[in-house]
Structures are given as structure tokens and as C-alpha cells.
């Protein structure tokens, strides 16, 4: 019938297809189902001269790992991704594919996207400005609610600059009048009864002589009028199949050629590369709510036994069929093949519904419903769904107990322990670890809980007993074999170089960055995200800020490519505290609110809190909000037990007592803490943080362990630990070092470092303190700063602050991050306005001062 009142949104789409050469562009439309979308999308593509390619998404119960991004590759003659890739290994070789010539790939129905094509798409619209790629995606925004699989790929187009979002609004009643034509049928009777919807108008418009059906389903079940029963029965099969069937397949069924011309003369099915389908989902729907409940089973088996004798290996149809057909048997065969095919391709969100759905269907206490649980606690794990993941290892340990299993009691303890160190609680996690060591009977299950116990240990400093047990479980391990073994060898290695460094070594990071790598490209996910973690927490607690911000842009990708939101929110809360750090206040900000408003879990936000906390402290926030933050960190921190983070929220408070001149109950606790943390190993950063603090206070402790920048302030050095901290990359530590000098011309200068910082509940409280000191001669209160800083730019800003000041050109810039030289430049005057600096030169030349290098 061709369009009607979508004038406006096809010249926009037209405009934005426009120099596509030049540069990418980002297409998203959407509307309610039957509102026009594929039909737009086809009536602009059809006359242009681009290369299209597409992917479609299914109305899966759980949607296929890779399902448009499969289509997408097999419409290029591309070999389609095996069950053991993952996004992160696509993500690459897909946007080369799709860039090589100018192109229009278009993602359909993403409402039912899984989880590891977003992260392949969110890395081709991160890249977008610099390709001649112009990415369409359409999808009903209705059914995009909070937590959807769709919204971190929204979130990345909501920010990029070369995205244009058309919305496809219901028809008038003129327009309405316009597509019934001559149909004799009243246009604001069909209005009211349609809701302006443009399918189904078109579906009455198709039986003008009928009367006005009341539902969709009733329009399009028009078109079936004349059928015999048996061809009714052949749409019914055909509309069973939520993808489309393939001609092979149509043969498996029982459906010949002359039953396929019978039911294609209703109007409602096409032809594509993938088979036979409905034009429409709406209509497929209206058959399928047709369908007899029992007729429905009948079907879906009659498809499920088609793809079983065509031998198919998609598991996520196979399981879809098989619920349909109410078969417990093949639904437990086929989402436990579904759930192992997410695991490897790094869809953990998806390998969970699969696990799920396969439990469903086991009701007794056999070791194989345990062995789903243990599965699904894992996955629910890694996807920072640590109450159900607590659950389930419960539920596991039951069965296991009353079995009698030694080593799957071993194993269930052992899942706890690490669901309830991720919890934040320290002392059931190390109950845990202990049950596991004490029930395990082979060497295999005990080498795997003396990993889980010296890890433990490690994380408290405990540097002795984790060294002692792991000697212990290297000895357990060399008598076993097998994927437990393996994991507890590669966890084993992580303890013992991350306890080196704990201790000063620094040439074991390199052994930490080869577990990442190794790790992660076996398919241990978890253990190699978990190296990645500890890497950057100890590089950033020892001040190697440029070492922890490497590692951090190597590795917060691949937690989100791999869908492991547990590590995602730990390495981006740790990348808080390193924008922290830097004086990158609008950076973490961004960090810790990311990881606050996703509730992640409470080992993950500590320092989330902490951050905000500090934040609103240092810039004169909400009294309220401070306090909240502090409270949450010091609550969290007190069931995690660890030295290095009690002893940064204390000083969090100790900071707080010296803006605000309260000081919280909760200091009475520093002499203790610290009394701990300096029997402690590599804990020096810490102690000297919170020592400085109270000594601001006019509080004298000491201890024996004081990193440098913090021992010369403590010796009255201002000025030596004011330069040592720049040295160090850390302008708010290194303005407070020179702020309680002596010397009234060094605290002043501090002073107006402070105002430079952009900190302003800090700059006010240090005018306070230097004019009680009888310092008159002070800067005045600027208006905005007036040299450079990095506060107030974003992380996608750092990105280009960093490659200017490597001394990039726009054009290499722009290839760097793929955008265009015009977006490069507009970028580049952004960051310089921030800064306050005339020329990218100046970035260079200040690249140090500011954090840059």
C-alpha cells in the first residue's frame, strides 16, 4: 500500500544516508509493533545504491548468542561464528567486514537482541564517525524497559554525536482516510478502533467488504477465509516458527510446494534467504493465538523433529520448540546444549535463562540437578546476581549433602566462599573455604579450596598463610588433572603474583598480565578478568597510575565484551578512584555513579561510595549525601575486613572532620586499624594517608610503615611532599601538601591550586584555615579557573586530552578513535576550553602536570 504520513521521518532518514562515505552514521527507529518500521527502513533503502546488509532478531524465549550478527556474516558469504566464539573475538573482524565498502547494516527487532550481538554493535558504534557505515536499528521502545539486554547499545547511541533517533508516531484520521481509499469504510471509526495503528488498518483495508474486525487478530485472520482445514494447519506450522522456515526444512515437515502456494495466496507470507516467514510479526501472532493449545504442541513437535532429522546445532530454537511441544526430556537436552553455547560465546545473562529453564524440568534431588545448580550459580555469578547465586549453591549443597558427594560438597562450599567475598563478607566467606577444605575427598576438589582459601588470605594481607596454602595446593594439584585442576593451578598463580607485588616486586605484574591474557583466551573468563582486577587495584593503590590506567583500557572491554558485569563494576569502580586520584572530577563521578546505580555488588561499591562521598565533600556538596556515602563504605568495609580500604574510609572521615570541623565516632577506631594495618604488608599508602589526615587534625599517631610522599609531610617536608606527589600525577594531594606549609607564600600558592582544581568546599575551608593563620595575601576567589585541569572532562575527553598530548593530528586522532577529523576537531577545541589552554601545544607541553602522560 506504501506509506502514508511519513514524509518527515523518510526525508530524515534520507539526509542522514547522505556523504556516507565521509563518515558514519547511527539510525535507530522506533514504534510500537505494526507502526512501519521495517516498511520505512525498506522504502529508503530500496532506492539507494549502498550496499545493505541485515540481521533480524527473534522472538526466542531466550534470544540465540549472536543471532543477528550470524545473519549479518551469512549474507556476506562470511563463515558464521562456532560455539566457542566469543563478541569479543568478533567484534574486530565484523566491523572490517561491514566497513570494506559503504554500507547500511540494519538490525531489526532489537527488543529481542541477546547480549553478545550488543556488545559486537556497541563496538561498531564506538567506532561509527570514522566508517562509511550508516547503522540502522529498529526496535518498539515499549518493550525496552529497565535492565533490558538492549540498553547499554542505547546508552552508547544516546551519546554519540553522529546518531539521529526517528520515532514512528500513530497515523491522523486524515491519514487513516487516505489508506482506506475507496473502501467505503468510515476513517474516525477505523481511527478509534486501530489507534492510527498503520498494520492494522492496512489489514481491514485489505477487506473492505467485511465487517470492522475488533482485534488484529481478527483483520489478519481474514486473509485466511477460503482455507481448507489442512492449509490452515500448514499456516499454523509455518507461523510456529518465531525465525522462518527454510525451504529444506519445509520438505522435513511435511509441507510441499502445492500447500505453499495455497496458503501464500492470503497475503501473509514472504520469501527471504531465511525461508518462509510472516510479513509481519503481528500476523504470525494473530495465527498463532489462533492455534488450539493442542494443535500448538503438535506443531512445534512436527518442527522440532524436522530440525532434529536436518541434524540443526541451534540449541536456542531447539529448546524454544521443545518447550512448546511440552517435551521436559528434549527441553533439558537443549537448554543445557543452549546454556553451554552462551558460556563459551561470553553470554552469561543468556546462559542463565537457559540454566534456568532446564532446572524447571528436573524435581528430583539427582546429581545432575546439582550439577545445574552449581552451573547456574556460577552464571548468575558472573552476571552480579549474587542473592540468587547464594541460592543456588545453597540449593546445590543440599542435594550433594544428602548424596553423600564429598567433593560436590567441596564445591558447593567453595561457590559460596566466592559469592560471599563478592558479598562483602569476609568472615562467611572464609567459613566457606574452610568447609570446602574439610570436606573435599579427592585432590582435585581439595587443590581447588586451598586456591579459594589462599586467595582469601591474600586479599587480607595475610601474605604468609597464603603463600603456606598454596604451597599446599600446588602439591594437591600435581596428583590431579582435569578443567578443576587447571582452574585451580591458573587461581593459584594469580595469588602468588599478586602477593609479590602486594610486597614491592613489580616484575610480577608482567606474570599477572600473562594469567589475564592466557586465561581469557582458554575461556576462563572469570580467572582472567579476576587477574585484570587485582593488577590494576595494586597499581593503583601503590600509585602507578599510568601502569593502572593501561591495564584499565585493556581490560574494563573485555568484561563488558565477555558480559561479566561482576568484574565490569569492580574495574570501573577502581577506575573511580585512579579519576580521582588524577583530579579528574567529572570522570569519577561519572565511574562511581555508574556502579551506584546499577546496585552492583557490595564488594564492588566501596570505593564507589567513598568516591562520591569525597566529591561532594571537596566541592561543597550535600552535608546529607557525604554522610550516606561514608556510612555505606565504612558498613561494607567493616564486614569485608581488609586494611588498605578501613584505612581509606577512615581517612574519608578524618578528611571530612577537618572541612567541617565534626569529628564522627567512627575515628575512635583509627589507633587500632592502624596498629593492624603496619603488621601488615603493602599497606604503607594507606597508613600514610589516614596518619596525614589525623595529623591535620592536630591527632599524633605513628607507625612504621609511611610511603614516602606522606612520611615528608609528616616531617614537615610541605614543599618536598607537595613536588613528590606532582611527580606522582596527584594535584589534590600535592595542593593539600603545600596548603600546611609554613611558608606563607607556599600555602598560598596551594591555595589558588585548590581554586584551580575546581574543589570549592576545599578552597573554602583552606581561605578559613590561612587567614586564621594571619595569611592575608591570598588569591581572590576566581570566577572559573583559569589554568589548565582535568577536572571537569569527561572520559570520552580524557581519551583525546591523552592522544594530543602524545602530539596526534586530528586526522590520526580521528583514525585512532574512529571518528571523522571534523568530530576529532570538535572534540579537541572541548577539551581545550575545559582545560583553559590556547593550542594543543600547551596540552603537550602541560601533558605532565596534567595527568596526560
Known sequence: MGLFERELETAAMRRELEGLVESGRVISVTGEAGSGKTSLVASVLDAGAQRVLRGLCDPLGTPRPLGPIRDVLHGLGEPVPGQADTALALEGRFVDLVAATPTVLVIEDAQWIDAASVEVLRFLVRRIDGLPVAFVVTYRDGDVRLGHTLLPLLGDIARSESAKHIPLNPLSVGAVGAMLADAGLDPARVHDLTGGNPFFVAEIARHPHEALPPTVRDAVLASTTGLSE???????????????????????????????????????????????????????????????????????LRLLEGLESAASADHAVLTH????????????????????????????????????????????????????????????????????????????????????????????????????????????????????????????????????????????????????????????????????????????????????????????????????STALQDSFDEIGTTAYSNLSALDIEHRRLAEAETVLAQSIPVTVARDI??????????????????GRWTASAEDAAT?????????????????????????GGDPSAIDRHLAEAWEHARALDESPILLAVLAAYAERAWHTGERHPVLDEADAQLARADE?????????????????????????????????????????????????????????????STDAETAAAALARLDQLGVEGTAARARAMLLARGISSLPARPRRATRANPSGLTNRQLDVARLVAQGLTNGELAERLYISPKTADHHVSAVLAKLGLASRREIVRSAAELGLA
Open 230 to 300: 489442512a492449509d490452515i494447519e500448514t499456516l499454523q506450522l509455518i507461523a510456529a516458527a518465531p525465525d522462518a522456515v527454510d525451504d529444506a526444512l519445509l520438505t522435513r515437515i511435511g509441507v510441499d510446494a502445492e500447500a505453499l502456494r495455497r496458503v501464500e495466496t492470503t497475503g501473509l507470507l514472504v520469501q527471504s534467504h531465511r525461508g518462509v516467514a510472516f510479513h509481519h510479526e503481528l500476523a504470525r501472532l494473530a495465527v498463532v493465538e489462533y492455534t488450539p493449545p493442542g494443535v500448538g504442541r503438535r506443531l512445534h
Open 321 to 516: 520448540h521443545a518447550v512448546h511441544a511440552g517435551d521436559p526430556e528434549r527441553i533439558l537436552r537443549y537448554a543445557r546444549l543452549a546454556a553451554d553455547e552462551a558460556t563459551r560465546t561470553g553470554s552469561h545473562s543468556e546462559a542463565v535463562a537457559f540454566l534456568t529453564l532446564a532446572l524447571e524440568q528436573l524435581v528430583d534431588d539427582s546429581a545432575e540437578r546439582a550439577s545445574l545448580l552449581e552451573m547456574l550459580s556460577t552464571e548468575q555469578y558472573m552476571v552480579s546476581r549474587l542473592p540468587e547465586a547464594r541460592g543456588s549453591a545453597r540449593a546445590a549443597l543440599r542435594i550433594r549433602e544428602r548424596l553423600g558427594d564429598a567433593d560436590g560438597i567441596a564445591a558447593a562450599h567453595e561457590r559460596r566462599a566466592i559469592i560471599e567475598y563478592y558479598s562483602a563478607r569476609r568472615d562467611d566467606a572464609e567459613e566457606q573455604a574452610d568447609l570446602a577444605a574439610h570436606a573435599a575427598a579427592s585432590a582435585a576438589a581439595s587443590a581447588a579450596a586451598e586456591a579459594t582459601r589462599a586467595y582469601l588470605a591474600y586479599r587480607r594481607q595475610d601474605l604468609d598463610t597464603a603463600r603456606r596454602i598454596s604451597g599446599q595446593a600446588l602439591r594437591l594439584a600435581s596428583e590431579a588433572t582435569g578443567e578443576q585442576t587447571d582452574a585451580a593451578r591458573r587461581r593459584l598463580a594469580i595469588t602468588e603474583a599478586a602477593a609479590d607485588l602486594v610486597e614491592g616486586r613489580t616484575s610480577s605484574r608482567l606474570r599477572l598480565l600473562l594469567q589475564a
Open 565 to 582: 558485569p561482576i568484574c565490569y563494576q569492580w574495574q570501573t569502580g577502581m577506575r573511580a578512584r585512579l579519576h580521582l586520584l588524577r
Open 680 to 740: 601488615t604488608p603493602g599497606t604503607s599508602w594507606a597508613i600514610g594517608e589516614l596518619l596525614v589526615w589525623l595529623d591535620r587534625l592536630g591527632v599524633r599517631a605513628t607507625a612504621q610503615q609511611i610511603a614516602e610522599p606522606y612520611r615528608l609531610e609528616l616531617e614537615g617536608r610541605h614543599g618536598d611532599a607537595s613536588e613528590a606527589w606532582l611527580e606522582l600525577g596527584v594535584p589534590f594531594d600535592s595542593a593539600l601538601a603545600g596548603l600546611h
Open 595 to 619: 556502579i551506584l546505580e546499577a546496585h552492583a555488588a557490595p564488594l564492588a561499591v566501596i570505593w564507589p561510595h567513598v568516591i562520591s562521598g569525597l566529591l561532594a565533600l571537596r566541592q
